[in-house]
């Protein structure tokens, strides 16, 4: 059977990051109706996967917006409904994007026990003031943390995003949070440096000149750096 993936995409978050392009929304003031949004991505889920009933689903990725924040027994639920339409392989790869927070961090069993069997959290930089900045909630030592617990309950299958190019940072503060994370790094990183895309908070403060970010000499020093630690301890650049 033809090998095929699925993205799910869950749109709310409880923050918006100044950075961020991505399709979301904020979580409304009366929360979210997971019933409601479960019901139409079930509905989507029956459409698009109808042309590919002979196919066998190797992987599927719940990204967003802040999967994190849907009901364990939701993502039950569409994993479910996935395998009814489309077989899922015997090692099929269920990944969940995290944000570090502590009540996210407190679901990570009971998404393991719906079905997921990877985890990939967003800690972005350990830096407290650029999270704050940023409009992260979390802390750097909360990230950390939880890269240690997803550790402890997915074996081999922990993945966390780190970015450089943030306003103030130095290469030697890159280089500093990039040795703290590889000690807790599974085997999998993913590092980017931060884009300004149109549209977004960021964009305007840089524009406005509120911001003013690394050059870009100094974002590639950044960016070579990073190859060359995470090469150092392992790890193999597959993608650009």
């Known amino acids: 059977m033809v090998p095929f993936s699925l993205y799910v995409h869950w749109p709310y978050c409880t923050f918006l990051c100044r950075f961020c392009a991505f399709s979301k929304a904020r979580v409304p003031a009366k929360g979210v109706e997971h019933?409601?949004?479960?019901?139409?991505?079930?509905?989507?889920?029956?459409?698009?996967?109808?042309?590919?009933?002979?196919?066998?689903?190797?992987?599927?990725?719940?990204?967003?917006?802040?999967?994190?924040?849907?009901?364990p027994r939701n993502i039950a639920q569409i994993i479910e409904a996935a395998n009814s339409l489309v077989p899922l392989a015997s090692d099929a790869e269920i990944t969940l994007e995290s944000n570090p927070t502590s009540a996210e961090v407190g679901k990570m069993r009971d998404f393991k026990q719906a079905g997921v069997t990877r985890y990939s959290i967003?800690?972005?930089?350990?830096?407290?003031?650029?999270?704050?900045?940023?409009?992260?909630?979390?802390?750097?030592?909360?990230?950390?943390?939880?890269?240690?617990?997803?550790?402890?309950?997915?074996?081999?299958?922990?993945?966390?995003?780190?970015?450089?190019?943030?306003?103030?940072?130095?290469?030697?503060?890159?280089?500093?949070?990039?040795?703290?994370?590889?000690?807790?790094?599974?085997?999998?990183?993913?590092?980017?440096?931060?884009?300004?895309?149109?549209?977004?908070?960021?964009?305007?403060?840089?524009?406005?000149?509120?911001?003013?970010?690394?050059?870009?000499?100094?974002s590639a020093q950044m960016y070579e750096s990073a190859v060359e630690m995470c090469t150092a301890k392992g790890f193999r650049h597959y993608e650009v």
Do not use: C
């Open 122 to 218: 967003g800690i972005q930089t350990l830096d407290d003031r650029t999270l704050a900045r940023m409009g992260r909630l979390h802390t750097g030592a909360e990230g950390l943390a939880a890269v240690d617990r997803a550790r402890a309950l997915f074996p081999g299958k922990v993945s966390f995003d780190m970015i450089f190019g943030f306003e103030g940072q130095t290469l030697d503060q890159w280089q500093k949070e990039l040795e703290t994370v590889l000690k807790h790094a599974d085997n999998h990183i993913s590092v980017y440096q931060l884009t300004v895309e149109p549209g977004t908070p960021l964009f305007r403060d840089r524009n406005a000149q509120r911001v003013v970010l690394p050059s870009g000499d100094l």
């Open 35 to 71: 019933e409601r949004i479960t019901s139409a991505l079930l509905k989507e889920l029956r459409t698009s996967l109808a042309p590919h009933k002979d196919k066998v689903l190797q992987s599927i990725y719940f990204g967003g917006g802040t999967p994190s924040l849907a009901q």
